[in-house]
């Protein structure tokens, strides 16, 4: 019985490869445009990220971490956060770039490849720097992949809800940008968060807030997708400017001090 819920979180990584596949092939499946095929994939990879988020935590619950099961979950996340996503994105908006001349075309591609080139550095990077043991850190250096796969899937999901026509596409080329070179910054990103009772009041506004959004998201699913993601990004860049700054000017005080002494 030990052995096989010590199976489980690897179980659960593989199942978030096949929604990462399952996004691709219904790409191929519907043809391009901006229809059922990119509300579909968008779904898979939003399921995709909620068990990629369920693995490691099991893992670490039931003290089964490895080599392997880390290195299982970063091949997962390439092709479930990265793959998947840059085939939406080229899917939807950059492959049309193509009718306008080669280089046009040749921008678009390697415009949607950016979330598989640069979420793949990520990994690699993060692979590099942490260990096994230290995968339970609380802060993350740069946009994690799943964060960034989120953010494009729930952008789809959001307009395409609203039905409000294909302007909305034109954002897909910031958004890119912006989710790719956040992925490869040393911005510091907050996972999960932690919850202990031993902690009191400390986190409590944290508890509160992930309780509103994860309500908000039960009831207006798709439309809260957005939002939330948001909320999640400009959070941590608020923090990391207002410690970037902090950081600064305790760094001119200590040369102002050694100055005057």
Do not use: C
């Not at 999901?157 to 490869?184: I, N, Q, Y």
Request: proline content about 3%.
């Amino acid at each position: 019985m030990n052995r096989a819920i010590d199976r489980l979180p690897n179980l659960i990584t593989f199942l978030n490869v096949l929604f990462g596949f399952a996004a691709v092939a219904s790409l191929i499946r519907h043809g391009q445009g901006l229809g059922g095929g990119a509300v579909q994939a968008s779904w898979f990879i939003v399921v995709a990220a909620i068990l990629d988020a369920m693995d490691g935590k099991l893992a670490r619950a039931i003290g089964t971490q490895s080599a392997l099961g880390k290195e299982l979950d970063s091949l997962s996340d390439a092709i479930s956060f990265g793959l998947a996503p840059s085939a939406l994105l080229y899917y939807m908006h950059f492959a049309a770039w193509s009718t306008r001349g080669p280089l046009w075309g040749l921008a678009g591609f390697l415009i949607s490849a950016m979330p598989l080139i640069f979420g793949t550095f990520r990994l690699a990077r993060f692979n590099v720097e942490t260990g096994v043991e230290s995968a339970k850190s609380k802060f993350f250096a740069g946009l994690p992949i799943p964060a960034s796969a989120g953010l494009i899937a729930s952008y789809v999901l959001f307009f395409h809800e609203l039905d409000m026509g294909t302007f909305w596409v034109k954002g897909l080329l910031p958004l890119t940008l912006v989710a790719s070179f956040m992925m490869v910054s040393r911005v510091r990103f907050e996972g999960m968060p932690y919850f202990s009772l031993k902690q009191g009041g400390r986190n409590s506004w944290r508890f509160t807030l992930f309780i509103l959004v994860l309500g908000s998201i039960l009831f207006l699913q798709s439309l809260a997708l957005l939002p939330a993601a948001m909320i999640y990004l400009v959070l941590n860049l608020v923090r990391h400017l207002r410690q970037h700054d902090l950081q600064d000017d305790s760094e001119e005080q200590e040369w102002s001090d050694e100055a005057q002494s």
